[in-house]
């Protein structure tokens, strides 16, 4: 080419829990089932969409209005309810104009760190979601800044790691959180949430909080939305039905904007997101025209209940499972459908040399034999050659832990199996196959 045409941010932009599917899927053609243990959709993991969502979703195909464009910002009717279910609970108040419809959160998270002025940045937890760390690291052009999630403390944030970061790096401008957080499922404490609320109004940023699991946290009452615990500090919140509908093929997300009139140059951020969105014209329109119908219907409550417990227990069965196999950590989660497990420091051998050969797990199938020891043959990382012995041995296909954004060595896993005696192999599986690789008996 003429000139150098890629962005210096490409190299930045990386997605594991889709990344690792062409390996599985080359296993899955060398003959061995795959179990698909490494992305948050539950429909395709069997769960069956409640008929009377369906119905209104089907008569709501009806309106030909539809079919249609919408503003810009989404439906206002359906602005106008969500503005008015938040102002329904203690915390910050917001208009319909302080909400704006994308398609899906990950069109949301590529504006708002796209449109930040390129010499800021936005410090995020460790592990990390793919999607925020990638997009923020493309933005800059550098990697992504984080803070440190603890596992050996249920994955709370270290805020001293959080502090001094921001101290000593002035051009972090905004704290993102995830909460419940992914890939952990980790629940903020609203105590840690105030903390943090402080050291941002400390030192001027902004909050960004991923909320799209927010109410399917285990525990409501341990559950905190920013909007609750805000007060002045300008921040977003980002919410979905994706995961709590659940309805991941709608792409329909969207922002609430707290505070944006207490500082002129986030009001300028904010308006720079929203003329981006005006670019796009608007937002698909079925997804939006139905939440309002669907979420003050009777059957929602029960059905996020139903929803919360199911997860719960899962979460129950896969900590039991866990939590005496040697070499691991792996703290109960406490939101959303997910389960982080660490190996413990040590235990793994190194991506290279005579060590690393030790850790094998016996695959019968020989061509996904051969072709796991050709993928591992010239040094991964430790967590990845475990997670590829996982899948050749057992076909049960999770995400290397550092395919989010960390220095730990482990994997995530879901809870989202809908066959109970299924989930339980699975979970019996990965923990007698650690003991296999580790050599720890059992």
Not at 98 to 127: M, Q
Not at 211 to 225: D, L, R, S
Not at 386 to 400: E, Q, S, W
Not at 404 to 412: E, Q
């Amino acid at each position: 080419m003429r000139n150098n045409i890629v962005h210096q941010g490409a190299g930045e932009l990386t997605y594991e829990i889709r990344g690792i599917v062409d390996i599985a899927e080359k296993i899955k053609s060398l003959g061995q089932e795959i179990y698909w243990e490494n992305i948050g959709d539950p429909v395709a993991n069997g769960y069956q969409i409640p008929e009377w969502i369906k119905d209104i979703v089907k008569k709501a195909i009806d309106n030909n209005k539809t079919f249609a464009y919408n503003p810009t910002k989404g439906l206002l009717s359906t602005r106008e309810f969500l503005a008015e279910k938040r102002n329904s609970k203690n915390g910050a108040k917001i208009t319909a104009d302080d909400i704006c419809f994308f398609n899906g959160l990950g069109d949301a998270i590529s504006k708002i760190y796209t449109y930040l002025r390129k010499e800021t940045r936005v410090i995020g937890p460790s592990p990390a979601y793919s999607t925020h760390s990638s997009a923020e690291a493309a933005h800059a052009g550098y990697p992504h800044i984080t803070y440190n999630l603890l596992p050996e403390k249920n994955w709370l944030p270290d805020l001293k790691d959080l502090e001094n970061k921001i101290k000593y790096n002035p051009a972090i401008s905004g704290i993102l959180i995830i909460n419940p957080d992914n890939p952990t499922g980790m629940v903020y404490p609203r105590k840690v949430l105030e903390q943090i609320i402080s050291l941002a109004k400390k030192y001027d940023l902004f909050l960004i909080s991923d909320e799209v699991y927010c109410n399917i946290a285990h525990n409501m009452k341990k559950m905190t939305t920013l909007a609750e615990v805000i007060g002045d500090v300008p921040g977003i919140a980002m919410k979905g039905i994706s995961k709590e509908f659940p309805w991941p093929g709608s792409r329909c997300g969207w922002i609430e904007i707290y505070n944006k009139e207490k500082d002129g140059i986030f009001a300028k951020y904010v308006k720079s997101i929203m003329d981006a969105k005006m670019l796009e014209v608007c937002s698909t329109t079925l997804p939006q025209s139905v939440i309002p119908l669907i979420m003050s219907d009777p059957r929602y409550e029960s059905h996020l209940k139903e929803r919360r417990n199911f997860y719960k227990k899962r979460a129950d069965k896969a900590f039991k499972i866990l939590k005496n196999v040697p070499g691991i950590i792996s703290p109960k989660t406490a939101g959303a459908f997910y389960v982080s497990v660490v190996f413990k420091d040590g235990v793994l051998s190194l991506p290279t040399g005579q060590a690393g050969d030790k850790q094998k797990l016996e695959i019968k199938n020989a061509k996904v034999r051969k072709f796991i020891e050709e993928k591992t043959a010239n040094g991964i990382a430790p967590d990845k050659r475990f997670v590829y012995y996982l899948m050749g041995a057992t076909g049960i296909c999770v995400v290397p832990l550092t395919g989010f954004n960390c220095n730990l060595l482990g994997f995530r896993a879901t809870l989202l199996e809908a066959d109970e005696d299924k989930f339980e192999w699975i979970y019996n599986t990965i923990a007698q196959k650690i003991k296999e690789y580790l050599c720890v008996g059992g």
